[in-house]
């Protein structure tokens, strides 16, 4: 499943080579969703992966990460 399209809401995924998968909810009208849920892969891989105390299915706790996503939704809910 890559998309959920229902009246109130888009449910949009994102899986990448490696298995994991994001999701993305958001009003039925937003556009351009891949490409926002590929951007938080990019800051995933950047932020996440590259810290060298983070195991794989560990709760994310990555300040830099949580700062960069809502930035990214910001710059996003601006367009």
Same mark, same amino acid.
């Given at each position: 499943m890559e998309l959920l $399209?229902? @009246? +109130?809401? &888009?449910? /949009? +995924?994102f899986d990448t080579?490696?298995?994991?998968?994001?999701?993305?909810t958001a009003?039925? @009208? +937003?556009?351009?969703?891949d490409g !926002?849920? %590929?951007d &938080? #892969? !990019?800051l995933y891989s950047d932020y996440v992966l590259?810290?060298?105390f983070y195991e794989s299915d560990m709760p994310i706790q990555c $300040? %830099?990460? @949580? $700062? %960069? !996503? /809502?930035k990214l939704a910001a710059? #996003?809910?601006r367009r």
């Open positions: $399209e229902c @009246d +109130s809401f &888009v449910l /949009q +995924s080579l490696t298995g994991l998968k994001f999701f993305l009003d039925p @009208d +937003s556009a351009h969703l !926002v849920l %590929r &938080v #892969y !990019v590259k810290n060298p $300040e %830099r990460f @949580d $700062e %960069r !996503v /809502q710059e #996003y809910n």
